[in-house]
């Protein structure tokens, strides 16, 4: 029986949206409960009314034992007291006020001229991580698979790749700015080293993986070493190569408030930190989920593309939104290549119609009138044995 807790067996589907779900819903409730409930933390005071004090004014937070030092000083020279409720540091806004901050970032223009409003922030973040993603990628893979397939490869790269991928990609910056300016290059560039170094190791992984009886199938049915690479090999570790493209975009978004630090700031790092500087932690904690947003959104898409570009492999019964969006998506040019693609038909032959047959009778003056079949006339082929040979015969049946 199907339960929470089977060792190693899938949930069913209900149970597992549930746990989808969960999965966000906990630390939210969880955050909810630690700034709605006064007993709950809560280490700061928010000044309502100073009293008599000539140290706190309205809307000022101060911690607890600070507020409770001064209203003993207040209640001792016979004075009014300081009044306010418990609050969270300010570090710590509430999640209706991130909830607003949210919205507004997309609607209010910057505080300060000049700044950039969340959305332009974001592209140019999303600029930068492809960029540096791609281009790493482009010479990451094809390394990787020749050091998983050739031995010569793996010796010649991978230690001078182990060597350098200890080395924290920021270490880098000054050098980057040096060669290539303070503008996007050295952003690109730490993003680059951030995931090329990791990307060879994997790849190479990934490809040595694979089951050597298809390489000793091929080799025996005749394949070359160019076959074995390129109808083999390549389509043998895609799936899995995909997979792992997938996870070290992850990296590279790591890589990125790091490297928008250096040169000219710019995108959704100088966002936050510019929030950060005027303390409007609210719209700190926006720019910060919205990276979180745009990560798992990306990654659910590619998720459910993947079981677009591989449905020979086992997915289970996972429905997910971007996969519902994909297939219907994809309906309208499946069904055209469909229609496109689609044979003619083509002739059965080894049976004549009955009006074709009677046709040609009464062509030939054979019979007066077509006879009445109530089905197509078969050709038959017989077979007629001799002592050495077989010989076939085409006889028409009367």
């Not at 190791?201 to 025996?220: C, I």
């Not at 591989?310 to 996969?323: C, D, K, S, V, W």
């Not at 047959?357 to 062509?363: R, S």
Request: aromatic content about 12%; proline content about 8%; some cysteine.
């Amino acid at each position: 029986m199907n339960t929470w807790f089977s060792i190693r067996q899938p949930l069913t589907g209900r149970r597992a949206t549930v746990a989808k779900f969960a999965a966000f819903l906990l630390p939210l409730l969880t955050w909810c409960v630690v700034s709605y409930v006064p007993f709950v933390w809560h280490p700061d005071v928010f000044i309502t009314d100073p009293g008599d004090s000539d140290f706190l004014t309205a809307g000022q937070q101060l911690p607890k034992d600070q507020f409770a030092v001064e209203n003993t000083k207040l209640r001792g020279e016979h004075q009014a007291e300081a009044k306010g409720y418990p609050a969270n540091p300010i570090f710590l806004p509430a999640p209706h006020e991130v909830a607003k901050a949210f919205y507004k970032a997309f609607t209010t223009p910057p505080a300060f001229h000049g700044d950039p409003w969340l959305h332009q922030s974001l592209w140019h973040s999303i600029q930068i991580i492809f960029w540096g993603f791609v281009t790493s990628a482009i010479v990451g893979v094809p390394i990787g698979i020749l050091c998983g397939t050739f031995d010569l490869f793996s010796k010649m790269v991978e230690p001078f790749v182990d060597f350098i991928r200890y080395m924290p990609a920021p270490a880098f910056g000054a050098l980057c700015v040096a060669v290539l300016g303070i503008d996007d290059g050295p952003k690109i560039a730490i993003i680059w080293i951030g995931t090329f170094f990791q990307m060879v190791l994997v790849v190479a992984n990934t490809t040595r993986q694979l089951d050597g009886g298809l390489l000793e199938a091929a080799q025996t049915l005749g394949a070359g070493k160019k076959s074995l690479i390129t109808r083999v090999i390549l389509p043998g570790i895609l799936p899995n190569l995909y997979n792992d493209m997938r996870i070290l975009i992850g990296w590279a978004w790591t890589y990125l408030i790091v490297a928008e630090l250096i040169g000219a700031s710019s995108g959704i790092s100088y966002f936050i930190n510019q929030q950060g500087k005027y303390r409007h932690y609210d719209n700190v904690y926006a720019g910060i989920i919205m990276i979180g947003i745009i990560g798992l959104v990306s990654d659910q898409f590619l998720a459910a593309f993947g079981r677009r570009l591989f449905p020979y492999l086992p997915h289970g019964n996972e429905t997910t939104f971007a996969n519902s969006m994909i297939a219907i998506a994809m309906f309208v040019p499946r069904r055209m290549i469909g229609f496109l693609t689609q044979p003619e038909p083509q002739p059965v032959t080894g049976y004549e119609p009955k009006w074709a047959t009677a046709a040609a009778a009464a062509t030939a003056g054979n019979e007066p009138h077509a006879p009445e079949r109530s089905q197509a006339t078969p050709r038959t082929t017989t077979t007629h044995e001799e002592p050495e040979t077989r010989r076939l015969v085409d006889v028409p049946v009367s």
